[in-house]
């Protein structure tokens, strides 16, 4: 099997829990280099990777000619120049969501992947959480009939603003928009393609916050209305989904367990219970020819980085392509400009 190595640019919560220990669990991809200049994160890295060389000079991963795939998980007004930097070197990149604050940057880094023949992902891994492969499997089967109403929510309970570079105005691509924003997006985008029209109502909830922590944004279709949510101010949290059709109605409670199994140290090759939900936690479908628990599907992260692996060495076509994560980009742009304006926007396609 041919052995891919593997540079970590950035080892913070994002490399080091959501990333790093999926990474390693794919045979055929190893951690090499990891780039961290924080103290904490260093010795993180150094127990989670001993093999692995802890370097603070982003020029040892671009010239070694060694390492073939970089994965991006800097803060995100970072991610342009990062991703640039090592796809102009010849290295295939995965960049951490969001892609970048702009279209423009998205574009940007497209076309020079193209142009160096380079994998160019982005890492939305979101789309394998249990209840979003249960939905998918489900609008397929068609059970609901025409689908047109669609709402998911991704809330937290934090009253205090965190010292993070996400909190930061200064930053551009901080906010819960980018933030938890890009993982409802990229959902609805598989679901549904790209809408008509987008209205959204962005706001800042929280006392000291110095960027959006609540938004609600409205996707419009011919026959359909997404509506995404996402707020730091919810104690009681509601349906995480509910869905709306002609034969009937898919609500569903909690969330995928790899988040909290990835927090608490756990990794999928050594959990037998990887990526289960609880049975109660389940959906329940409610449709004119019957009433029932839906079974979740396993969620599994591994899915992203074995399709990366794959798509690099020339057996797979790419999951998550650069195209669709620049979409997702769009949308967040046309939200701040409808909040802005108090209007709808039309999305133009180019």
């Known amino acids: 099997m041919k052995k891919i190595k593997v540079a970590m640019a950035g080892f913070g919560k994002g490399g080091s829990i959501y990333n790093a220990p999926i990474i390693s669990s794919i045979e055929g991809l190893e951690i090499t280099k990891i780039l961290t200049t924080s103290a904490e ?19 040892k991963i671009l010239n070694d000619h060694e390492i073939d795939l970089v994965i991006i998980t800097t ?13 102009k070197a010849g290295k295939n990149v995965v960049v951490e969501k969001p892609f970048t604050p702009s279209v423009r940057e998205a574009n940007e880094l497209t076309a020079l992947a193209s142009s160096q023949n380079k994998i160019l992902s982005v890492h939305h891994n979101r789309r394998f959480d249990s209840d979003f492969l249960s939905i998918q499997k489900l609008l397929k089967q068609k059970k609901l009939g025409e689908i047109v109403s669609y709402t998911s929510h991704f809330d937290r309970f934090r009253t205090e603003v965190k010292d993070s570079w996400k909190e ?5 691509g901080s906010g819960i928009l980018y933030d938890l924003g890009s993982h409802l997006i990229d959902q609805a985008l598989v679901l549904f393609g790209l809408p008509e029209e987008v209205f959204a109502d962005i706001r800042i909830q929280r006392k000291n916050a110095k960027v959006p922590d609540y938004f609600e944004l409205l996707l419009f ?17 509601g349906p995480t989904f509910s869905i709306h059709g002609s034969k009937g109605s898919f609500i569903k409670y909690g969330a995928d367990p790899q988040e909290e199994q990835l927090k608490n140290g756990l990794k999928p090759n050594d959990s037998s219970d990887w990526g289960l939900e609880s049975e109660k936690i389940w959906g329940t479908l409610n449709t004119i020819e019957e009433t029932s628990t839906l079974k979740s599907e396993r969620g599994d992260y591994r899915i992203f980085y074995q399709n990366i692996y794959n798509a690099i060495t020339g057996n797979e076509e790419l999951l998550v392509k650069p195209e669709q994560a620049r979409d997702v980009i769009k949308v967040i742009e046309l939200a701040i400009q409808s909040n802005a304006e108090k209007r709808r926007v039309e999305f133009l396609v180019p």
């Open 41 to 59: 994160n260093i010795k993180t890295a150094k127990q989670d990777f001993p093999e692995a060389e802890v370097i603070s000079e982003y020029d």
């Open 221 to 237: 279709y011919p026959n359909l209305k997404v509506s995404l949510n996402a707020g730091m101010l919810v104690k009681e949290k």
């Open 168 to 172: 930061e105005k200064e930053n551009p």
């Open 75 to 87: 803060p995100n007004h970072l991610h342009k120049e990062f991703a640039e930097k090592a796809l």
